[in-house]
């Protein structure tokens, strides 16, 4: 069975945080490599952040040095911890695995806006 299941969105003002979480069934988690994706409105869909087994990462020049992906292995879990955010970081953000599955989660919202 496949499960993403996308949680922490909000609204946040300009220059603030949040973290956002996704937990994935583990037929999908165990041997993939993880990504957070984001869709604006009036936009495609956009990987952002990706995650290997082994913890390589790899980002999207628009968010380098301001967000971060991680895994926890035991949990069957991914993070995106999301700083100095920008107005133009508004969109719904999913996790899937890299290349993504037909299948996605729900997504959850960020808004950065003052």
């Known amino acids: 069975q496949v499960q993403l299941v996308e949680s922490g969105g909000g609204l946040v003002q300009p220059g603030g945080s949040l973290r956002l979480s996704c937990a994935a069934s583990r037929n999908i988690f165990s041997v993939n490599v993880m990504g957070w994706y984001r869709q604006a409105p009036g936009k495609q869909r956009e990987l952002v952040a990706a995650i290997s087994t082994g913890g390589r990462t790899n980002y999207a020049d628009s968010v380098q040095g301001r967000f971060t992906i991680s895994r926890d292995n035991a949990k069957n879990t991914i993070y995106l911890q999301m700083n100095s955010l920008k107005p133009e970081d508004t969109a719904v953000y999913y996790c899937?695995?890299?290349?993504?599955?037909?299948?996605w989660g729900q997504g959850t919202q960020v808004t950065v806006s003052s």
């Open positions: 899937n695995r890299y290349p993504t599955l037909d299948y």
